[in-house]
């Protein structure tokens, strides 16, 4: 079974653009959730999605924004982008929201 | 609100020694727990998890872990390291009936010496 996929890998964008990441889940999964992961924060949850209702969000600005669709692919948006949004930018699928979290590899952002 | 501790932020061991990485959360509800390894330029990779049941649990790559409800911790053990699991260690705990969200600790960078 294939792993959960990241789109896209490596990302450099300027301040003030916005930036659309994908992630595609695990073949069954229909929860997904995004997470910022910075050398001085750690992991930082953004939001989670299950069959295409946002069920829980972090504390993050409203420039960050997701969705899901049918298919239980993701995409999150940041608008606006600061420096300080260069980020590691991970997503996580599972089953359900009770069960264990499988990570994709991740989406490097770079902001200049 | 939740939160999980890990004590260390490095831990440096020899090659062949044993290990231990710690976690400790606060929650006053039925909990979930999990650790999961980071490395180089990769995502997360579960390692092992509780659920219910035994509070010793058996993960990949020859780690375990023991559940202990009352000094609500759950310690992530190794008995002999090799020099491959040099990575990022975190551990995480998602809240029952309580929106369910998960909540990571800061992460230990295990460093294995040759």
């Known amino acids: 079974k294939a792993g959960v996929t990241q789109t896209p890998r490596y990302l450099i964008k300027t301040r003030g653009q916005q930036v659309t990441l994908s992630c595609s889940p695990i073949s069954g999964h229909r929860s997904v959730s995004w997470y910022q992961q910075t050398p001085g924060q750690g992991l930082q949850f953004l939001f989670e999605y299950f069959s295409e209702t946002q069920r829980n969000k972090g504390n993050f600005p409203g420039r960050f924004s997701g969705r899901q669709f049918s298919n239980s692919r993701s995409e999150m948006n940041v608008s606006t982008l600061e420096l300080g949004d260069s980020a590691l930018y991970l997503c996580?699928?599972?089953?359900?929201?009770?069960?264990?979290?499988?990570f994709g590899p991740g989406t490097r952002l770079t902001v200049t | 609100a939740q939160s999980v501790t890990q004590l260390d932020s490095q831990v440096p061991v020899f090659e062949e020694a044993p290990v231990e990485l710690r976690c400790n959360y606060s929650s006053s509800v039925s909990v979930y727990l999990f650790w999961y390894v980071q490395y180089p330029n990769q995502g997360l990779q579960l390692l092992l998890k509780?659920?219910?049941?035994?509070?010793l649990v058996k993960g990949i790559n020859g780690f375990e872990a023991e559940f202990n409800k009352s000094q609500t911790s759950f310690h992530l053990r190794k008995p002999s390291v090799h020099i491959s699991d040099t990575a990022e260690y975190f551990c995480?705990?998602?809240?029952?009936?309580?929106?369910?969200?998960?909540?990571f600790g800061t992460g230990t960078s295990l460093t294995v010496i040759p």
């Open positions: 509780y659920l219910s049941g035994s509070t």
């Open positions: 996580a699928s599972s089953l359900d929201p009770d069960y264990e979290q499988y």
């Open positions: 995480a705990v998602r809240e029952l009936n309580t929106g369910n969200q998960f909540y």
